[in-house]
């Protein structure tokens, strides 16, 4: 798992890659499990993009304004 170092933020991490936006899902999981909901996050293979020079992994999950939808049952 990944972990952020005393100073660094969220903008300077890479979650492009398929590791990292594997870390950040089971981040993102964790934390609103801890809090009772459910929240569902996906994986995409974007595939390869130009501008990056690389393929790119996105996270999507089933929130609504960055909010869960349905307590974990």
């Not at 594997?22 to 909901?37: K, P, S």
């Not at 993009?49 to 304004?65: E, F, H, I, Q």
Request: proline letters at 4%.
């Amino acid at each position: 798992m990944m972990h952020f170092r005393p100073g660094q933020t969220a903008f300077t991490r890479e979650h492009c890659t398929r590791e990292a936006a594997q870390a950040l899902r089971e981040r993102i999981e964790r934390y609103w499990n801890e809090r009772g909901y459910e929240v569902r996050v996906d994986l995409v293979e974007a595939g390869f993009n130009p501008a990056m020079r690389s393929a790119r992994t996105d996270v999507r999950s089933d929130m609504l304004n960055a909010l869960p939808r349905r307590l974990a049952s």
